[in-house]
């Protein structure tokens, strides 16, 4: 039987154009795929963004739509292009221009997980390559795809929060505005992906929920965030960074007792963003631009 490739939340009647997207906080790992990685299990989920699915599960109780991937981020990573195919691990794949992405391994079929360790013992077919698109990220990106044109439809603009997680080494050495490092990075694409009014108002409901932020460094946002992110054309998208440290124990990626409370302010963000758009305080923002 195939597994499916999405989970939709939705809520009874949303409130405004905002959606929520979880691309790797899939954890269903085929077990062929486990058994043919010189990886451990543990260490296949070293990438994925654990249990952020979880954390913004609040978000359909308050008029929110959220999609989450059921695909690891090892297997298929749904923040990647269809066509960011690595042609040092798909056969039949010629090589192009520079991709940065792929030269590291990071490709929509990844060749390696955190800390550049490998996936598979070699080279994988061009065609299990296609199927694991077929079955994974061409549907889940045409949800997307529904839900955001719906949202838009209904509203007249739309925001997308793509929700992901962090190692903390990542923001360890940076600096907020209050001297501490981030506990959550926004990335717009500096800028290019959300209009500035509209970020600081998501940046202020972040940190009225009590979460240190900074935008854009280290993550700018991936490719989700740049293919949605259209300004001027009432499509708004933000990237969302959650350090791991916050909710879990990033060694044995258990949940930390932590976990409820980061997932009530996160909801307390998730709730100020609907207001913040129910009272038309970012639609006046996008006219501005």
Same mark, same amino acid.
Request: glycine share 8%; hydrophobic share 40%; charged share 25%.
């Given at each position: 039987?195939?597994?499916?490739?999405?989970?939709?939340?939705?809520?009874?009647?949303?409130?405004?154009?905002?959606?929520?997207?979880?691309?790797?906080?899939?954890?269903?790992?085929?077990?062929?795929?486990?058994?043919?990685?010189?990886?451990?299990?543990?260490?296949?989920?070293?990438?994925?963004?654990?249990?952020?699915?979880?954390?913004?599960?609040?978000?359909?109780?308050?008029?929110?739509?959220?999609?989450?991937?059921?695909?690891?981020?090892?297997?298929?990573?749904?923040?990647?292009?269809?066509?960011?195919?690595?042609?040092?691990?798909?056969?039949?794949?010629?090589?192009?221009?520079?991709?940065?992405?792929?030269?590291?391994?990071?490709?929509?079929?990844?060749?390696?997980?955190?800390? /550049?360790?490998?996936?598979?013992?070699?080279? *994988?077919? =061009?065609?299990?390559?296609? !199927?694991?698109? #077929?079955?994974?990220?061409? %549907?889940?990106?045409?949800?997307?795809?529904?839900?955001?044109?719906?949202?838009?439809?209904?509203?007249?603009?739309?925001?997308?929060?793509?929700?992901?997680?962090?190692?903390?080494?990542?923001?360890?050495?940076?600096?907020?505005?209050?001297?501490?490092?981030?506990?959550?990075?926004?990335?717009?694409?500096?800028?290019?992906?959300?209009?500035?009014?509209?970020?600081?108002?998501?940046?202020?409901?972040?940190?009225?929920?009590?979460?240190?932020?900074?935008?854009?460094?280290?993550?700018?946002?991936?490719?989700?965030?740049?293919?949605?992110?259209?300004?001027?054309? /009432?499509?708004?998208?933000?990237?969302?960074? *959650?350090? =791991?440290?916050?909710?879990? !124990?990033?060694? #044995?990626?258990?949940?930390? %007792?932590?976990?409820?409370?980061?997932?009530?302010?996160?909801?307390?963000?998730?709730?100020?963003?609907?207001?913040?758009?129910?009272?038309?305080?970012?639609?006046?923002?996008?006219?501005?631009?």
């Amino acid at each position: 039987m195939k597994r499916a490739a999405f989970d939709l939340y939705e809520p009874e009647k949303p409130r405004c154009g905002l959606v929520l997207s979880s691309p790797h906080s899939g954890r269903d790992y085929p077990a062929e795929f486990i058994a043919q990685s010189p990886l451990s299990a543990r260490a296949l989920r070293s990438s994925e963004d654990a249990f952020v699915d979880l954390l913004f599960q609040d978000a359909p109780g308050l008029g929110v739509p959220l999609l989450t991937a059921r695909a690891p981020r090892a297997y298929v990573d749904l923040n990647r292009g269809a066509d960011e195919l690595d042609p040092a691990l798909i056969e039949g794949v010629k090589r192009t221009g520079l991709n940065p992405r792929l030269s590291s391994g990071l490709g929509v079929i990844p060749r390696v997980v955190a800390g /550049g360790r490998v996936i598979h013992p070699g080279r *994988i077919s =061009r065609a299990e390559a296609d !199927e694991r698109l #077929s079955r994974h990220w061409h %549907p889940w990106h045409k949800k997307l795809s529904e839900v955001m044109a719906a949202q838009r439809s209904r509203f007249g603009q739309v925001l997308l929060l793509d929700c992901h997680s962090m190692p903390h080494d990542a923001v360890s050495h940076l600096r907020s505005c209050d001297g501490e490092p981030p506990e959550i990075v926004l990335g717009d694409r500096h800028g290019a992906a959300c209009a500035p009014q509209v970020m600081s108002k998501i940046e202020g409901a972040f940190r009225t929920a009590g979460f240190r932020t900074s935008r854009n460094i280290p993550f700018a946002g991936a490719w989700i965030t740049q293919t949605w992110g259209r300004p001027q054309a /009432g499509c708004h998208a933000i990237q969302v960074e *959650i350090d =791991r440290s916050l909710y879990m !124990e990033e060694a #044995s990626l258990t949940p930390r %007792p932590e976990f409820d409370e980061v997932r009530a302010r996160l909801a307390m963000a998730v709730g100020t963003v609907v207001q913040i758009l129910r009272q038309g305080d970012a639609p006046r923002a996008l006219a501005a631009e």
